[in-house]
């Protein structure tokens, strides 16, 4: 059923609850709760740009690799237990912004920190299906805390402030005939284009970029780290790999990717694991339709059981961390159909070849250089997850010790 609803056009709308509207200006706009023929031009649209500035490309691997390198430099010089959930979020926005906004910040920015944590409290007091806010929006006059509506409003002022700072400063530099970035061609677009898109698209355009792209890589990376500090010999069959493909002189690079086979199988088995949308993001039925031996009315939100996809009866042993499940006995990587983090059909996740390059260098440019060690006296860290618009791990320390090689 799962794979008939993202398959199937009349299941490919997005709910316009207040939750989902709240975000922006109380109107459909965007790519992620958008639908119909805005949706379409805009994803179009939007898509085009980020590959014209080389997202997806080999630029888009130098940008990864260059964070990664400013990673592995900040644990190498950090000394003590690494609190690590939110370890990977700037590394992961200066990747998506050198295409937004051709931005890069230090990983201690501090504003930056602010506004990543802001996404982090803005996905942890909502979850998917709309909550109290969709199906009761009049509380927020009356118990806007409990809710969560404070928080929400206060997060998307927050990050609606800093877009607007930046698109600013994009309109003072303009220059028509030479695009710098994503910002850029929109506003070229508009210019040349009148009624094409108007500045609340960028806005919501640029939101969406880092709202779906940061959590979700952060969140996935995250919980990486946690299955392998739990696993030492995990770590080691990891490092087997990386020191006969890769050795030690050279940093990891995606074209490894084809002979790191058990590498790319930790993945596969972190995102099934894992599962950090766990309801995706949900549909909307555009008409009334049949689903199965259900009718399935016109407006009726639909959210795809993704977790328990993942971790239900299909799989052995569904609690256990193994990657080998999707390696055959020669080594070779076995695509199970029943794997889908990223969904599938028109409305499949656009960041999925950018978060599977980015896991992919992530891991291996940490396994290089380090082991993974709790630090002496704290408890084997929880794999039960943080509930929220995606999942995230409890917050837990990491010693990343560098390896004699
Ligand atoms: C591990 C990382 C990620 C996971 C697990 C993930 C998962 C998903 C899922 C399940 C959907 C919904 C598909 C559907 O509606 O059927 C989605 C949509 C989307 N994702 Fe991702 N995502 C990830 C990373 C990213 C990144 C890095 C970006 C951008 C740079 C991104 C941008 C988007 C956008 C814009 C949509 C909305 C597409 C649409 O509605 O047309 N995601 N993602």
Redesign the pocket.
């Known amino acids: 059923m799962i794979k008939e609803?993202?398959s199937r056009d009349v299941f490919d709308g997005?709910p316009d609850g207040f939750l989902y509207t709240m975000r922006s200006f109380g109107k459909k706009l965007?790519?992620?709760?958008?639908?119909g023929l805005h949706?379409n031009k805009t994803?179009r649209v939007?898509l085009k740009f980020?590959k014209g500035f080389g997202y997806g490309s080999r630029q888009m691997e130098l940008h990864i690799a260059e964070e990664c390198q400013a990673l592995v430099e900040k644990l190498k010089n950090t000394h003590e237990p690494v609190l690590v959930n939110s370890m990977f979020d700037i590394s992961?926005i200066n990747i998506?912004w050198r295409f937004v906004a051709g931005e890069r910040y230090e990983l201690d920015d501090e504003r930056l920190k602010k506004l990543c944590d802001l996404i982090t409290r803005c996905f942890r007091v909502a979850d998917m299906s709309g909550g109290v806010l969709t199906s009761m929006p009049y509380l927020r006059h009356v118990i806007p805390d409990l809710i969560g509506y404070t928080e929400m409003k206060e997060v998307h002022r927050a990050l609606h402030q800093f877009l607007r700072e930046i698109i600013e400063k994009h309109k003072e530099t303009l220059d028509l005939k030479s695009p710098r970035d994503v910002i850029d061609a929109f506003l070229i677009e508009m210019h040349n284009n009148i009624g094409s898109f108007y500045e609340e698209d960028l806005q919501v355009v640029c939101l969406?970029?880092l709202e779906?792209?940061?959590e979700?890589?952060n969140?996935?990376?995250v919980f990486m780290l946690l299955y392998l500090v739990r696993n030492e010999a995990i770590q080691r069959r990891l490092q087997d790999e990386i020191d006969e493909v890769v050795g030690e002189n050279r940093a990891p690079v995606l074209s490894d990717r084809k002979r790191m086979l058990y590498t790319e199988a930790v993945i596969m088995e972190t995102?099934r694991l894992a599962?950090?949308?766990p309801v995706?993001?949900?549909?909307m039925a555009l008409a009334d339709a049949k689903l199965g031996d259900y009718v399935i009315p016109k407006g009726t939100f639909i959210l795809?059981a993704?977790h328990e996809l993942h971790n239900g009866i299909h799989w052995k042993d569904p609690e256990a961390f193994q990657p080998e499940r999707f390696l055959t006995r020669e080594g070779n990587l076995i695509q199970d159909e029943w794997l889908?983090?990223?969904?599938?059909?028109?409305?499949?996740?656009?960041?999925?070849g950018?978060?599977?390059s980015?896991?992919f260098m992530f891991l291996a440019n940490i396994m290089q250089k380090f082991n993974l060690k709790l630090p002496p006296g704290h408890p084997m860290p929880s794999i039960e997850p943080i509930d929220g618009l995606?999942l995230s791990a409890k917050p837990f320390k990491i010693i990343f010790e560098p390896r004699c090689q």
Request: hydrophobic share 50%; net charge positive; glycine share 12%.
């Open positions: 609803v993202i997005r965007g790519i992620v709760f958008n639908d949706w994803r939007a980020l992961i998506v969406d970029m779906a792209g940061v979700t890589v969140n996935t990376a995102l599962s950090i949308a995706g993001i949900p549909h795809l993704l889908m983090p990223f969904g599938s059909g028109k409305r499949r996740c656009i960041g999925e950018l978060a599977r980015e896991l995606t």
